[in-house]
């Protein structure tokens, strides 16, 4: 059988330009591909193959690099916990001065459990329960994003009852199109986020006369995996020009939320820059003496993680590459059609002549696909991959469909490394579920 062709005109890059562009990887002739200054091969041996690995130091180096081109903006950096929510992650990324924007009570008590401040943590989210309400003003966070009039009564009725005040700011649709994936832009009118921009003074004002809450600010976010900066400078004109509208109203307003989506280049292309992301943020907002938030969760934390996978088998004169990771694992390329990177773990590997090739996994579903026709070096039963990038929207999204138990994840840190979450042993599967009586 003849190898699948191409599914794209771009050819696929090599190996070695792939690695090249992560700074933070490297292929030893004898140890293989390094996180840091950790052999993957090693984690591997210890934890069995599916498995994730994190780079705690390129996590801090990232956010270094992020907070640096900020700096003069008086902007601080909210993590946006979705994209990875592991305890030491948080922990990671507060260690260097970063809080959080949740969207969940898990979340908020994740952030708090990690050590990030109340006053640094963000409420964002278009279904707020009464319950998240209620646990964010118990802990006194920062900020509620509002994403409607209904749920701005609904915060004024649970500060009435729980006697606390509630700092918000209102989330506004700038109908401003992110140009990325349908299914992760935010910013559009049809999308369901944020109060319609023709409304947001009206409701900004009524927010004010409203017991228990206190207007701070306004808020938007565009979408995720943003490349051009174009959207960004549309999108943060018409909030100054909000802002501009509502103090000339008599309004006070100390807070921008810019949001995040900030890209990363899953290919060997670079992603969104932070310096072009501070420039967006000061051609907007320059003289406007606002405080200023950003949500970057991708950017941040997409690079620092991998998902090992080992070869199960070849099968169809290697059309297929059947790998033991799947899409309960790693669901993006299944649900958007994400292209990951695929590197060998062993350098003798990457040397290999190439060949294109559907690389797959053992879930029964067509869907459980992460490359199709990827021209890569011919694999063998044994060998070992690393799909690069898969920090973000990875372990997260984890489900344990097919009855297949969550992979463990390590942490590098340098030269160091330990286990962050250990194999889910299978019978912790149905652990606690209960058959009725009546069932007999």
Known sequence: ????????????????????????????ARDGLVLEDVPLNAIADALGTPCWVYGAGTMRARLAELTAALAGLRAHVHYAVKANDHLAVLRVLAGGGAGADVVSEGELRRALRAGIAPRDIVFSGVGKTVADLRAALSADIGQINVESAAELAMISAVA???????????????????GTHAKITTGRADNKFGIPYAEAAGLYAHAATLPGVEPVGIALHIGSQIL?????????????????????????????????????????????????????????????????????????????????????????????????????????????????AIVPLSAAAALRPVAATDVVGPVCESGDTFA??????????????????????????????????????????????????????????????????FLG
């Open 160 to 178: 009435g009852t729980t006697g606390a005040s509630a700092r918000v700011a209102l989330r506004v649709n700038p109908d401003v199109d992110a």
């Open 228 to 340: 051009s900066f174009a959207p960004y400078r549309a999108a943060y004109a018409r909030a100054a020009q909000l802002v501009a509208a509502l103090r000339a109203a008599g309004q006070r307003v100390r807070r921008v939320d810019c949001g995040g989506g900030l890209g990363i280049g899953y290919r060997d292309e670079p992603g969104a820059a932070p310096a072009a992301f501070a420039g967006a943020l000061r051609g907007a907002f320059a003289g406007l003496d606002v405080e200023l938030m950003v949500e970057p969760g991708r950017w941040l934390v997409g690079p620092a993680g991998v998902l090992l996978a080992g070869v199960v088998l070849t099968k169809g004169d290697e059309r297929f590459t059947v790998v033991d990771a799947a899409m309960n694992d790693l669901v993006r390329p299944a649900m958007y059609d994400a292209w990951h």
């Open 372 to 437: 199709r026709g990827r021209v890569l070096p011919r694999l063998a039963a044994g060998d070992r991959v690393a799909l690069l990038d898969a920090g973000a929207y990875g372990a997260v999204m984890s489900s344990t469909y097919n009855a297949r138990p969550l992979a463990p994840i390590a942490l590098v840190d340098g030269a160091r490394w330990a286990v962050i979450r250990p194999r889910q042993p299978v019978d912790e599967l149905w652990r606690a579920e209960c058959v009725p009586e």
């Open 1 to 28: 059988m003849s190898a699948p062709a191409l599914d794209r005109s771009e050819p696929d890059p090599a190996v070695a330009a792939l690695i090249a562009a992560r700074p933070h990887l490297a292929m030893h």
